[in-house]
């Protein structure tokens, strides 16, 4: 039963952070009111789970980026290559904001469109779906009140 509730975790974070709608923080929610599991495994699992979840979304962004030649891709050659090293440049810290719903998804897939290193991708949006569930597992306990 234990590893069950860490499974159902783990998919309900790595499907929230995919395009799919899942609410991964009411999963993480009901597990800490439960009381039956220590709050650094829940959130540990939870950050893991988001945190792969979006290592999919890159993979498809640099996906995507491989149709570029092609006539119908919305992006001309030179634009895309301006707005990777602009990325680069300013961009690599918008994925802070990665833990955020609608706009969140859609930055991660984007980050493997402009060819962010998979190395500091999985560092920075890790970083931000650990804060979030910190955050969510603090007010849960009352930490805040």
Known sequence: MI???????FAAAFGA???L?????????????????PVWALVAVATAGNSLG??????????????????????GEDKLARA????????RWSLLLS????????????????REPLVSFVLIVSIAKLGRYLVIAAITLGLFA
């Open 99 to 114: 833990w955020m719903p609608v706009i969140g998804d859609p930055l991660t897939v984007i980050a493997g469109v402009m």
């Open 3 to 9: 590893l069950a509730s860490y499974l159902g975790l």
């Open 54 to 75: 979006a290592v999919v979304n890159w993979f498809l962004g640099r996906y995507i980026e491989h149709w570029r030649h092609k006539p119908w891709f919305p992006v």
């Open 21 to 37: 709608p899942l609410q991964s923080e009411a999963v993480l929610t009901s597990l800490l009111i439960l009381g039956k599991h």
């Open 84 to 91: 990777q090293r602009g990325y680069h440049r300013y961009g």
């Open 17 to 19: 952070a995919t395009l």
